[in-house]
Structures are given as structure tokens and as C-alpha cells.
């Protein structure tokens, strides 16, 4: 059987994790740690998530909560809101 290419696929991407800990002993722990979160406690994912769950949660948070405004006083006391965030 050849290639098809009307047949979706999906090629997982690889994923570096660089752990940077004052005690050396410490990285594995922490490399695993990220791994589980990504792995076993996004459960209700089929595939593991690219960042560990909190931070996946964290990234996605955007979708869900609307940009806050900034309030801004002009020249005359009055406030208006600016659509940049400055």
C-alpha cells in the first residue's frame, strides 16, 4: 500500500524541555514533573499537550476572558477607555 493523500495523519512534533535548577539533583525531578503534566494529568486531551497542563490551561485562558481596557484621564478629567492597554 502506498502513500494516500486523502488519508489525514498526524506526526506528533518533538518537544525539548530544558529544566534549569539551582541543585542539579533536582532536574530530573523537575523534567519528570513537567512530563506527568503533560502527559497524564491533561487526561481529558487524547494526545499529550505540547506544554505541561498549567501552563497549556494558562495559554488557552485568552479565548475565555475578555482584554481588560485601561482607564485613561485626559487634559479635561475625562476618562475614556484605550483599546491598546497604554
Not at 47 to 61: C, I, K, M, R
Request: with cysteine; hydrophobic share 45%.
Amino acid at each position: 500500500m502506498g502513500p494516500s493523500p486523502e488519508v489525514m495523519a498526524w506526526n506528533p512534533g518533538i518537544v525539548e524541555m530544558t529544566v534549569v535548577c539551582a541543585d542539579p539533583n533536582e532536574a530530573q525531578t523537575y523534567a519528570v514533573l513537567a512530563n506527568e503534566l503533560r502527559h497524564h494529568f491533561a487526561s481529558h486531551y487524547a494526545q499529550p499537550t505540547v506544554l505541561p497542563l498549567p501552563l497549556h490551561l494558562a495559554a488557552l485562558l485568552g479565548e475565555y476572558v475578555l482584554p481588560l481596557n485601561t482607564i485613561i484621564k485626559g487634559a479635561d478629567d475625562e476618562e475614556f477607555y484605550a483599546e491598546d492597554g497604554r
